[in-house]
């Protein structure tokens, strides 16, 4: 692998923190900014011993960081403390315990709204059920759901007894629910009857029950009624939510949990081999989406936020639950499509509620941006204040489309880029403070120390593209791969001794601002998510009429990269529209709908090295339509590779 990356965005552009914004911001000077992040470098134990201070302990920690194990980061060590009892509890004896903690709309128009009262009481309530099922402490319980409140009282009611949560994406197919279960050897899945997306039920139960076949050790399916299709019955194992909140009452102190003990699971996409369950701890997790919320989104008390990711992804977990809920903020919660029943949806919601802070992916912005300006302007947007983008670079056409129509040229956009392993948001503007460059993701937060490394672990100079690293532990940083430690240390600590290696490439400007250049692996970001090719290509090779497969991302409009397969039959079978389909949906059950490739090539043969690795490489210029100027030096023949070029022909 290359380290340099090529640079071909040219962005002079500059938007400062207006005046209005700056008067109320939290942090508004440059040298607050810089003052704080040196702080946060320097002296890291002084610094996030403050932050880490205002949070509610149980026990104080007597220790904010222990590296001596590197790269088994310990952080607030001998503390003990409860996240659900950070994000409810505490809000109890204050003003905010009769304000609203969230604001819920689902697809189909039905809508309900939780006081932080109210969600500490069903809270309770949730957690007594499972605890009335035998599930305890360290028990790990895998969560398939739709966006509704039940889902983050799931979460919370998880953490508040000390069980492990692993939320699964409700996107995923039953497949890769299986595997995330049976990975994290789940007693419990806590799911629902169904979802609603464009108007149509998702069946999850039916998925679990698929998922959870033939594994014993899962004794437990807490089932949600939400869209009241009927389901299958495992009269042992399954038992609805509705019935086993009458059994139990509202009186559920949360457990101590040391600083160290694991929060929760998250599995993400590898480049290779199967998904990979980053685990994150308790207070450091904790104390990293706590501090960024407040900072990044400038929270204020009377702000109503919204995050439009799903809690099946990090940004769920530390931007729609953890974040917000610790800092006492009201959010929106929406269940269903961004364009049901009308392209927008998402307008009338902020309308609806007076939003104030938004939150969401340049994959969503850019489908907005081909509904039509229209659907936007037919809403009052003037409550909003402030703008925010994740998952991947946003490109600047698209941040001044944001910025012009959502945004009303009046609110700063954060472009926060972070990863499901940095628990929280890690190069980021600071919205009172960051003049903004279109498509720059700007500055480190507090305590990241970001640079711009070649494959040694040289710092690049101004504009020279190469490896993004982050040189000292934080707190919200990962703390291994569930049951994986081989697998922990070679993917994010081997490229140089003592520094985090995210995989992403990057370059610093001549004012110090990071811009991301995207994976430097083979994993494909597909709408702000990352697949890896390894995956895609198994299940299209688990399918019988495939032999082989190679896939690639090439870069799409919308979605930031599509996936383009390489495909050959097996023998005797030849390439088909019918085959075409058949492929799609084999993806789709193995993996879920969003790896389905938008283009499939037959070919007999693959580009390979003469070891018989697959030059992906090269398969990603012929994808994209670009002539190869890589190095074709290892390539085992050549008749392949011109062959797939010439597909058109
Ligand atoms: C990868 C992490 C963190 C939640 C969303 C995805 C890419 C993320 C940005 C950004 C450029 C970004 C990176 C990163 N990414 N945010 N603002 N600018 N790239 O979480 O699935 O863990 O993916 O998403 O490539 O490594 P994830």
């Known amino acids: 692998m290359s380290d340099r990356i090529e640079n071909v965005l040219h962005e002079n552009r500059r938007f400062p923190p207006s005046d209005a914004f700056r008067a109320d911001a939290r942090l508004s000077s ?38 001596s194990e590197a790269p088994r980061a310990k952080w607030f060590v001998g503390g003990k403390i409860n996240a659900s009892a950070v994000c409810l509890d505490q809000h109890l004896e204050s003003i905010r315990s009769g304000k609203r903690a969230i604001v819920w709309e689902g697809e189909p128009g039905d809508t309900r709204t939780l006081t932080y009262t109210e969600l500490h009481t069903e809270v309770c309530r949730f957690a007594n059920i499972l605890k009335s099922r035998g599930i305890k402490k360290g028990d790990r319980v895998a969560i398939y759901m739709p966006m509704i409140p039940e889902l983050a009282m799931a979460v919370l009611a998880c953490a508040r007894i000390g069980a492990i949560h692993s939320v699964v994406f409700g996107g995923f197919s039953a497949q890769a629910l299986s595997d ?14 169904g979802g609603w997306r464009r108007g149509k039920i998702l069946e999850l139960k039916k998925e679990v029950d698929a998922g959870v076949a033939g594994k014993d050790y899962v004794h437990t399916v807490l089932v949600v009624r939400r869209t009241e299709n009927d389901v299958d019955w495992d009269h042992e ?26 929060l929760f699971l998250l599995y993400t996409s590898g480049s290779t081999g199967k998904p990979k369950g980053i685990v994150h701890s308790t207070a450091g997790y904790l104390v990293g ?3 960024t919320t407040q900072f990044v989104f400038d929270l204020q008390d009377e702000d109503v936020y919204w995050c439009t990711a799903d809690v099946g992804w990090i940004t769920g977990h530390s931007y729609i639950v953890y974040g917000p809920l610790a800092n006492g903020a009201t959010c929106v919660m929406y269940e269903g499509a961004p364009n049901t029943p009308h392209p927008g949806r998402f307008w009338e919601i902020v309308q609806r509620h007076e939003v104030s802070v938004f939150y969401t992916a340049p994959t969503a912005i850019r489908a907005f941006m081909k509904w039509g300006d229209e659907h936007v302007e037919k809403h009052d947007l003037s409550s909003l204040r402030l703008l925010g983008t994740v998952g991947e670079s946003i490109n600047p056409e698209a941040w001044m489309w944001y910025h012009q129509k959502i945004g009303g040229e009046r609110c700063p956009i954060v472009d926060t880029w972070w990863q499901t392993e940095t628990g929280s948001i890690a190069i980021t503007p ?35 593209g190469g490896l993004l690293a982050i040189r000292k532990p934080w707190p919200s ?42 994976r430097v692996d083979d994993v494909i970001n597909v709408s702000g998510h990352r697949l890896s090719t390894m995956e895609v ?29 390489f495909v050959t039959p097996a023998a ?18 193995e993996i879920g709908k969003l790896a389905r490739p938008a283009e499939v090539r037959f070919t007999d043969a693959l580009p390979k090295t003469r070891s018989g690795k697959i030059m992906r490489r090269l398969l990603r210029d012929i994808a994209a339509g670009v002539e190869t100027v890589q190095d074709t030096s290892t390539i085992e023949d050549y008749a392949v590779l011109a062959k797939l070029r010439n597909y058109d022909d």
Request: glycine share 10%; hydrophobic share 35%; with cysteine.
């Open 572 to 589: 005797g079978i030849s390439a088909s529209d019918e085959l075409l389909r058949a492929l799609s949906e084999h993806v789709s059950t």
């Open 537 to 565: 290509e198994s299940a299209l090779v688990s399918h019988e009429s495939v032999v082989e497969a190679a896939v690639v991302g090439r870069p799409d409009d919308l979605t930031g990269q599509a996936i383009v397969a």
């Open 289 to 291: 989406a706590y501090m």
């Open 477 to 518: 940083m990962l703390r291994g791969i569930w049951g994986d430690e081989e697998r922990f240390r070679e993917t994010y600590w081997s490229k140089w001794p003592g520094y985090y290696f995210p995989g992403d490439g990057a370059r610093k400007d001549e004012d110090g601002y990071l811009w991301i250049l995207g």
């Open 430 to 464: 600071l919205p009172g403070v960051t003049t903004t460059k279109p498509g720059s993701a700007t500055r480190p937060f507090f305590g990241i120390d970001a640079a711009v490394l070649d494959e040694d672990g040289n710092e690049l100079g101004a504009n020279e």
């Open 180 to 193: 995330r279960i049976e990975d994290g050897e789940c007693c419990a899945v806590i799911t629902a009857d």
């Open 30 to 67: 440059e040298d607050g900014y810089a003052r704080m992040h040196r702080e946060s470098i320097e002296d890291p134990e002084s610094f996030w011993g403050r932050v880490a201070g205002e949070l509610p302990w149980i026990q104080p920690f007597d220790k904010v960081l222990d590296w």
């Open 237 to 262: 194992r399954d038992i609805w939510y509705h019935e086993a909140l009458l059994k139990v009452d509202a009186e559920c102190p949360p457990e101590p949990m040391d600083s160290e003990d694991v």
